[in-house]
């Protein structure tokens, strides 16, 4: 059984996963990291030092010291689940905003893939904006 996630340190553990996926470029990790990115629905909407966005998708990153192989054997995991965990965490819920929905087309052209019309069940995608310094 995985936990869901209780500060913002073991997000921020999740998100540097994901980034430490994508960076790496080692399958099967990194196919499963962009498959995660595509798939997405809800997303935290990370602005770095550079100004530059990143997305998180919600499932994924809400549950505790996740990993590729935790999170494919979690039959259980939902975003029904962590979207409310991260929203208490970051003092927001998710939001459809045009603009962060620009950026994540952006973003998944940068990662070399076009971003699907809408998240995962035909959903509009929604998003939490957070800074860098969310995490300090």
């Known amino acids: 059984m995985m936990y869901l996630i209780e500060n913002r340190k073991e997000l921020h ?3 540097k996963r994901i980034d430490e996926y994508l960076t790496n470029k080692v399958d099967p ?3 499963y990291a962009l498959d995660l990115i595509k798939r997405g629905t809800c997303f935290i909407a990370l ?3 550079d100004n530059t966005i990143k997305f998180y998708p919600s499932r ?3 549950y505790r010291n996740n990993t590729m192989n935790a999170h494919l054997s979690n039959d259980s995991k939902d ?3 962590t979207n409310p965990k991260i929203s208490s965490l970051v003092g927001m819920n998710p ?3 045009s603009l962060l929905e620009q950026e994540y087309i952006k973003y998944c052209d940068k990662l070399g893939f076009v971003a699907r ?3 995962s069940f035909g959903v509009q995608r929604k998003y939490w904006s957070v800074s ?3 995490f300090d």
């Open 13 to 15: 553990a999740n998100i």
């Open 29 to 31: 990790e990194y196919g």
């Open 47 to 49: 602005t770095d030092k």
């Open 60 to 62: 994924f990153i809400g």
């Open 79 to 81: 975003g029904k689940e």
């Open 95 to 97: 939001i459809e905003d």
């Open 117 to 119: 019309d809408k998240g």
């Open 132 to 134: 860098y310094d969310f």
